[in-house]
């Protein structure tokens, strides 16, 4: 069936916001290295979400630096002022937020068709993940935020694995093809529950750039993990 979580597989997606940013290009090959799928990149607005962040130039820095996807997270009012800057930087995939899209049809048509990336949507714990079902086969990535956004560091709500097994449902149901990411204090708990929920990608800053074995060692961990969580039980 469509939309089934272990088809697509386990991909972890570091989350620079909580880089080095004094080493970045370095931890970004290191992770690159340790078998990271894509690399994560938030940005804020200052009114989205209360605070700033990168901006395009991060992502034309990183392009040369790494082959992995960049995945550009729009936490902003106006997203449609930033796709184009951000695809010509490099971006591969850009998500926005439903919370701000009345009708995001045209924008990830825009995203899709006419800039030729991926394209995703991402809703806020305080949105029924039921209004991301209309649009499921419309996207590559349905993005779950398990914190409310702003800031890293946080912990997982844990309402939001009841809300992932609810979006896992409507995947099937719509027999839609996107994957189910899930961003907000994921760590080596937390995506152990996530993926028997049914997410697949995981984004995780804090656990990776900070872990004391280093940001290698935390990918490797935290795949794992996810692996045999949504290894069936017998």
């Known amino acids: 069936m469509s939309g089934d979580q272990t088809k697509l597989g386990v991909k972890i997606a570091p989350s620079i916001l909580s880089a080095d940013f004094a080493r970045l290009g370095d931890?970004?090959?290191?992770?690159?290295?340790?078998?990271?799928?894509?690399?994560?990149?938030?940005?804020?607005?200052?009114?989205?979400?209360?605070?700033l962040s990168m901006g395009a130039v991060?992502?034309?820095?990183?392009?040369?630096?790494?082959?992995?996807?960049?995945?550009?997270?729009l936490m902003v009012e106006e997203p449609g002022r930033f796709l184009d800057g951000f695809v010509a930087a490099g971006a591969d995939t850009l998500i926005v937020h439903l919370e701000v899209?009345?009708?995001?049809?045209?924008?990830?048509?825009?995203?899709?068709?006419?800039?030729g990336k991926r394209c995703g949507l991402a809703i806020n714990p305080d949105m029924p993940v039921e209004r991301l079902r209309p649009y499921l086969r419309d996207i590559d990535v349905a993005l779950c935020m398990t914190v409310f956004p702003g800031f890293g560091g946080q912990?997982?709500?844990?309402?939001?694995?009841?809300?992932?097994?609810e979006l896992r449902r409507w995947i099937a149901a719509e027999e839609a093809e996107c994957e189910l990411e899930v961003d907000g204090g994921i760590d080596a708990q937390t995506i152990v529950e996530a993926a028997r929920a049914g997410a697949n990608v995981f984004v995780a800053g804090t656990a990776i750039f900070s872990d004391p074995q280093g940001p290698a060692a935390a990918v490797q961990r935290l795949a794992e993990y996810a692996r045999q969580a949504m290894t069936p039980r017998k």
């Not at 690159?32 to 994560?40: C, K, L, N, S, T």
């Not at 045209?106 to 899709?112: A, D, N």
């Open 27 to 51: 931890q970004v090959r290191e992770v690159e290295a340790a078998g990271a799928d894509r690399i994560h990149v938030d940005v804020m607005d200052g009114h989205f979400v209360p605070n």
């Open 58 to 73: 991060v992502v034309r820095s990183l392009r040369p630096v790494t082959r992995l996807p960049l995945e550009v997270h």
């Open 101 to 115: 899209l009345p009708d995001p049809r045209s924008m990830l048509e825009h995203i899709r068709r006419g800039l």
């Open 155 to 165: 912990s997982y709500i844990p309402e939001s694995t009841r809300r992932i097994a």
